[in-house]
């Protein structure tokens, strides 16, 4: 069974994907867009998931941005200089250029991890919305 198959967290995250359909996109722009590069959708196309649910809900993204990219440089650092036996200088400039390229898909990625921290996979769930995925969710009033 592959790990990036649909309906696994993997998939949604690394795929930048909603968590809940697995079909909608997250970001306006493509991750190698020059134009607006971090900017989110506020819904999915496809299902109607709040991307945003409460002021400040990405702010533990930050930390797995933080935890994420100083482990990766810890051991970027650890094989290009002790196990091929790089220069300091050479290993140091590969990982600053590697991290420049891929700073907005490390940003779009750790967004997607602690979305899905709290959003379950659900294969239905453009069904359960209908064709128009932009209406408004429809709320009890009594």
Not at 15 to 44: A, D, I, N
Not at 111 to 135: C, H, Q, S
Request: with cysteine; glycine share 6%; charged share 15%.
């Amino acid at each position: 069974m592959p790990l990036l198959k649909k309906g696994s967290k993997a998939y949604s995250i690394f795929y930048l994907k909603c968590p809940c359909c697995h079909k909608g996109e997250t970001f306006e722009t493509s991750s190698w867009s020059l134009v607006k590069p971090v900017e989110m959708l506020q819904r999915c196309p496809k299902c109607n998931l709040n991307y945003y649910p409460e002021p400040g809900y990405y702010y533990g993204a930050m930390f797995i941005s933080y935890i994420w990219t100083g482990w990766f440089c810890l051991l970027f650092i650890a094989f290009f200089h002790w196990f091929l036996g790089w220069s300091q200088m050479a290993s140091f400039g590969l990982l600053i250029t590697f991290l420049a390229l891929n700073f907005i898909y490390i940003f779009r990625i750790s967004r997607l991890m602690w979305l899905n921290i709290n959003v379950k996979y659900d294969p239905e769930a453009t069904l359960k919305f209908g064709k128009n995925a932009y209406e408004p969710l429809k709320t009890h009033s009594p």
